[in-house]
């Protein structure tokens, strides 16, 4: 930006230079000057100036002003408390106000010692009261959903909360009640704040007025250790920090990536990290007993009677890969089964097409995209898609991903003519179809994105790493072999797998299987040996989020048993494979292969994306088989699903009701109302549903969600 | 090399002549135990209401003023069926490591409950570290081996001035 | 005049005993006095007054590791301390400590053994008890136990000279070498500290010297060599060092009663051998006084004393009165 | 034995070279002889008790060479302290120096004032003093006692324990711990003065002299104590100022220097004190320097309780509610107070930023306390200049024609505080 573009503001006798329209908290940052703030939050939308914090005296108004509620302007002379006296009386006051009726919490309060209203007391406040008087009393704490809890007495009335529930989540759950001295935060209607978001408002409350139930009185601020790691729950990698104390995992917060991220988390990254210490979590090896069910093992026993079985299996083994496995794991078991023992049989979650990276464009741009069909949507880009209908964009479903994908290509639709014309386009799709994002790398190429810097395409894949062991498992060997049949071991990496019925299904005609998952549940009745899983809160590592962003995973807490790169290393050991047990130089090796050596220490805390590549032309797979009459069933992974959000109570009601999804058109046809059981037939199976209509559903399509779709797959019919 | 009058060397035959009939200093320490003052910093003490509630919430701020880090504090909340402290929460483990404890008092200074005080026995050694470990119980408990203390009225603080005069 | 053999036995058997236990209330007497001249109240809690102190230490140190360095050179190492110890026993034989009494048909002499020559046989056993400290010093191979017995080794020698000169005088005046006839003799005259003054602190100051004591402890100063010669013993082998050590105090102690202060005579009543433990007692207190009252002179002044101070004195002493002897 | 080499001096009239020899070198003509005996005194030896290491090469009794190890005692202190708010960072410098405790609590205490600006309260300034100067009197019987125990002295500890008790009472009652106190807090002291405390402090005032001149009747013309002391371990006033020695050492060997007076801080300038010096250098001076030194100090006590009995009542610390802990009732009733102790305790009250350096004379010498802050609640960087450190470094030049028995004499003379050394 040139200097003529630039106004001149002073601030406490600095003279500073900022764009038009910089807000005033800024501005004053960038002269060097702090304006404590409570309610002012530009993630939020326009600032309210509701806690008067920022109160400064600016040259030419009578009164004292809320900063952040101004913008910089050519001239303007702003003196803050730290030259102002009036300032610093104001603010005093404006302190000494908000603390009248401040509950003496302190010493039990969760924020106690990373709250703003302590520090800005602290820092600017006066020392003593003048309140002699009782304070005002509520009943606390409500509870206003399994996981927030609310103490009305310590709320300031920011309304940051509920300007991130209108605004960003844009449920409209959270709302200010009554006037005056009399309002109150409360949920709408006294109904239980019930959304994927909704956590952010507990991160967002400068006071403890917003607390956590699964953090309450757990740690203190000066007895944890915050971990910076990346998520690894969904595709997305949210970067957060693990909070730890005492070597046990106690809250996630937001790490801000304002290009993945921008700070905020959804419920399932923020509160289904109990998943580590359910109940069934295993954490011996166990081998089948007949009758008796699991025998604890020793673990050179356990890595002893592995042996034994790869050995058996004689190279006949199928290897059935989770998706949130690290590169370095999937690298390292890549190693060991293919190379030591030519087992080249993977099977990988979903297909991931390199075709994208072509592209490839930051989340955040999707915010400052002006027009994107979307398929459908992942967590946080739910949040990035709503920012930017806010900021105006056009927000288009584009239907069914195949088909839309030709619609669009078509010169003929409008649609398709605007986005060949429109410099910053975004494409989404997500689903289990269309060869992990093959289509829509053809789309964008036909629609001429490569060209167009701010223009790309997001495939939404439901594996958190799907396309880093993709690409770890092949790296990890030139050799290819042919499938094994019958199978002589099936060796299923992680719970998704184990939990997928089609790896299961592989089972059947296994000989013998291996299962390494973290819960007991999932292996119980088909696995002859289980390895205990970890976690990604418990692993060193990296993953490919879907921009195919290389991130850092770290090792927030020791697992109960050994981590899957340890013992991998140690069983390849026995096969004359060299694979080291520790991440950053499996890691090496595999950056030698495919990400032109970039070494492990400088992946980084925010990690950066890596430029557009010359992708090559996408493979597109033949077109599936028109299938028969009857609508087209959409299995589909609902973010609220899954093993680890099965065990977290506070989760439950998160999870997807037992329900199918019908256009209203299908709906119509067969009579069919909303919250009707229906009954869903397909190959002469059937399963009791309710009916939920959905207008976005482009008809001929049903919606059921996998842990609900039983053994229901292609065309479906459903009746009344 | 000689100096000064030689009959000085003799001197010191009398020093030390002379103690014989004086008493002995040192104390007989099982038997007597002599009165530590008012401020003595030793063994802490968990304090509970009258009411048999516990004073100590479980704030932790104990722990973060120990320069020792040598306490550990667990808390948990209140139930209806199970309270434990007046407040909301309370302290479900609470420990101090002895064998760390510098005895600075920095605890007492900080606790805003006055739940934890150091109070006047010494006698806390043991044959093995993990005892020095001391539980909440135990310092909770009435303490089994009583110091005396000096006379308080003499040898503590007089009113403090902002006392006086607010 | 000469006892049978069965009677120097018992008396033997005797003396042994007592002096052993001499030796172990010595140790609970030294902690009592000095602790009381530092304010201390001593041993006080094995047995009344901690009088059971030394029975304590003796069960203590019997039950103690007897520690024995890789290297040391056993048989000289296990042996010293024995040697010394039984020096330094042997040489109280000669020490008369009573008059003799006429008990049924025998006459009991107040001595193990009254010797001709008593005083040189006891120079001699102190002589030889040195070899224990210096031998049992270099065979535990151990840089400090060397330096305490090079030490032991030239203050013994150097000491033991001035010793020596310094009871000439009362040998010359006493007319024999036989400690009954000096104490009879000076029961018919005169105690001899009177005109044997110099010679008498020669003695002391020489004795204090030859067996150790502070102020000239060098060859086990703490502070400087540990323990001296017997830094690497530990148990039994150390309580017999420490035997020798208070046994030969007491034997000097003894010997100085004997020589100047009139044996088992006193002025009153003829005690006998109270008289002998009362005066004793009270040059062993002398011991103790100078222990807890001066620091610990340096090697080289030490031996400058000795050379220089004690053993002229000692010399001119014996001239003088082998001179005034032959001329009265 | 001369310690000079071929290196040039530090300054003309100084024999010391430099770099400062640290090490006793063994002369030429000694080297490789079979007659050299190299001993060990310590870490495990009576007279180091685990601490100290002193590598002696003996020829006969004589020292000829020596040579110090040390980092026995190392507990990073400085380190530890940078961790540590501001606030608890007070509980680290009275261990460094465990004799001198107060006035190494002091020093750092006076850092941090200094850099906040803190006024302190004229009752806290005369108290410090007052316990500053017990302190010494404290440290220095310890030390006579000792060093009297090392020449084989042995009933003079007991007597200056019996004073050093009483002392050590005294802080018992005003500050609840015998030794290590946190009495001194930014911006005062941490409670006000127990009633007490006047009547017994005189008593104690009142006996010390006469503790003193016993002290001075058993060894002060005692023909063994002189011989032991006199003439030994010389440091002319010249190698004193090279080497950089302060305190009684330095004072010992004629120079007329003392913090107290030359840069007077607390109340030293209201006082009346004479600073004694002997002019010879050697282990006897510097025993009298810590005598007289007992007797001044003795008088200072008793010059600040005059004061501060007039005090009764005055704030005993500064009311600065974003450094100082409030009052205790106020945390019930006031929100501000809360936070305000609840910051104070957990984060600790920020000091501005810069560095300074304090000094004060300790009773081993100048003890300075250099601290950097960079604005936060910790301190960015501690470091304290250790006069035990100083005084251990003139060890090698001391030790010329030295026997075994000296050299306990002469490095007790240093009155090192291994503690102190090695931090």
Redesign the interface.
Known sequence: MSATELVTVTVDGREVHVPPGTGLVETALAAGVEIPVFCYEPRLGAAVGACRMCLCEIEGMPKLQAACTLTATNGMIVRTAQTSERAAEGQEATL?FI?VN???D???CDK??ECP???L??RW?????R??FPKRTFE??IPISPAIALDRERCILCYRCTRFSESVAEDGQLVALNRGAESVIATFEDEPYLAPFSGNVIELCPVGALTSTQY???A????IQNVPTVCGLCPVGCNIQATTREGKVKRILSRNHPEVDEGWLCDKGRFAFTHLRARDRIADPLRRVRRRGFDVLSWDDALGEAAELLMQAQGRIVTALSGSETVEQAYALGRLMRAGLGAHTGVLPEETSPALDAFRLPLSAIRDAELEPVAERAPIVELWVKAARRQGAQVEQAGDALEGCRRLADKRNALGKSLRESERAILIWSGEEGAGGAHLAALAKELGFAGKPASGAFHLPCTPNGRGIADAWAAASDDEGPNPEPIGLLFVSGDEAAADPNVRALAERAERVIVNAMFQGLAVGWADLVLPGTSYLERDGTYVNLEGRLQRLRRAVIPPAPDELAWISKLAERFAVEVSPHASAVFAEVSERIYDGLPFGEVGEEAPLRTRSEAPAPQLPSEPAAEGKGLRLVRYRPLFSGPAVERVPELQFQRPAPEVELSPGDAGRRGIAPGETVTVTHNGTSLQLRARITKSLREGIVRIAAEHAGELGGTVEVAK | MARGNPIDSVKGFGVTFKQIFKKPITQQYPEYKRPVYPRFRGRHRLHVHENGLEKCVGCSLCAAACPADCIRVVAAENTADNRVSAGERYARIYEINMSRCIFCGYCELACPFDAITLGNEYEISEYSRDDLIYTKDMLLAEPIKKVPVADRDLYDTPIPYYQEHS | MTDPWWISLIKAFLIINLLLLLFAYMTWVERKVLARMQLRYGPNRVGPFGLLQPIADLIKLIRKESFFPASAVDVLYIAAPVFSSFTALAAFSVIPFGPGWHIWKWNVSGEVANLPIALVVIFALSSLGIYGFIVGGWASDSKYALLGSMRTCAQMVSYEVSLTFAVLGVVLMGQSLSLVDIVQKQASTFWFFGPQFVGLVVFFVAGVAETNRPPFDLPEADTELVAGYHTEYSGMRFGLFQMGEYVNMITLSALAVTLFFGGWYGPWAPLGPLWFLLKLFVILFLFLWLRATLPRLRYDQLMRVGWKVLLPAATINAVVTAALVVAL | MAIASDRPRIYESSRVPSPIPTVLQVPEELRGSEDLLQVNFGPNHPSTHGVLRLIVDLHGENVVGLEAVIGYLHTGFEKNMEQKTWWKAITYPERIDYLSFQNNELVFVLAIEKLLGLEVPEKATWMRTCLCELNRIHSHLVWLGTAALELGAISMFWYCFRERDSVLDLYEMVCGARMHTRYFQAGGLAEDIPRGFFPEARKFVDWMPKAVDDYERLVDQNEIWLERTKGLGLLSAEDAIALGQSGPVLRGSGVDWDLRRAQPYLAYEQLDFRVPTYPNGDVWDRYKVHMDEMRESTRIVAQCLDRLEGMEGQPWIADDRKVVLPPREELHTSMESLIHHFKIVTEGYRVPEGEVYVALESARGELGCYVVSDGGPKPWRVKFRAPSFVALEATATCMTDALVADLIAIVGSLDTVMGEVDR
């Open positions: 000494e603390l401040h509950p003496l302190c010493p039990v106690g010692g209203l302590q520090d007391t602290f406040g006066p020392g003593n009261t309140m002699t606390k704490p309450r009185f757990e203190r601020p000066w007895e």
